[in-house]
């Protein structure tokens, strides 16, 4: 079964300092998505991507958050300069329109830690 | 309005018993309404779904009951199994102002331990 992988499985990095996820999402989808988790709390989405654009973002998403699709596989989250509270698993996420609203695929996500 | 909101928070349900989580939306624009599996240290899973236009979808040990008026949702898990102890979590599908991409708005998640 196709699969989203996310790259790495857990980074450690210190305040201030950027950080880049990375993601493959299924190659057949075309939208693109992260999501976040706060540990012990829901999963709050962050930005779609389609058509190589941002399509939607949420609150969350401010200036320090950018995302690419720097060649046809991969799907990137950049953090400028992190937070202590940006630390939370980072989850990667890709649909496909054809098969209808159950199309999303999550990976296993990046647990980002900033100390 | 784009909550949705989920109980309990934990729930302790002994083999073979049945397992209740419910959920409730406000926005009527939702118009998919899955649950998710996450184990430790892993994705959120798409274990069942249901549109508003059925009252219940059943998948093996799965069920999924809907009241549209009520605007409630809730997943029965029947014969609950120690393998089924994970975080289930509600979520209500909508498409974007733009058209395009789908936004999943998730519940506050449901632990739940299946004692042997």
């Known amino acids: 079964e196709p699969e989203v992988t996310q790259t790495p499985s857990h980074q450690v990095t210190q305040m201030g ?9 299924i190659s057949n989808h ?21 058509n190589n654009e941002i399509s939607e973002k949420s609150e969350i998403f ?15 989250l950049k953090i400028r300069s992190t937070k202590l509270e940006d630390s939370a698993m980072y989850f990667c996420a890709s649909s ?3 098969q209808g609203a159950g199309g999303y695929t999550f990976g296993s996500g990046t647990r980002l830690t900033v100390v | 309005q784009q909550q949705v909101k989920q109980s309990p928070q934990s729930l302790i349900v002994q083999k073979g018993g049945i397992s209740i989580i ?5 926005n009527t624009a939702f118009d998919y309404f899955p649950w998710y599996q996450q184990f430790p240290g892993k994705g959120p899973a798409l274990l069942i ?4 236009d059925v009252s219940e979808k059943k998948e093996g040990r799965f069920t999924i ?3 549209k008026s009520a605007k409630q949702f809730s997943l029965h898990i029947m014969d609950s199994q120690p393998g089924d102890s994970a975080t289930y979590f ?10 395009s991409a789908r936004q999943l708005t998730f519940g506050s998640g449901t632990q739940l331990t299946v004692l042997p």
């Open chain 1, 30 to 50: 075309l939208y693109f998505y992260w999501y976040r988790q706060i540990l012990g709390q829901k999963v709050e989405f962050l930005v779609s991507f389609y």
């Open chain 1, 96 to 98: 496909d329109p054809g």
């Open chain 2, 90 to 99: 509600c979520a209500a599908s909508r498409f974007f102002s733009s058209g």
């Open chain 2, 65 to 67: 009951s809907f009241n």
């Open chain 1, 62 to 76: 401010d200036d320090q958050f950018s995302v690419e699709r720097p060649d046809g596989s991969n799907f990137t």
């Open chain 2, 22 to 26: 419910n959920c409730a939306y406000e």
């Open chain 2, 49 to 52: 779904a249901i549109r508003p």
């Open chain 1, 17 to 25: 300092q950027e950080v880049i996820l990375r993601c493959v999402p």
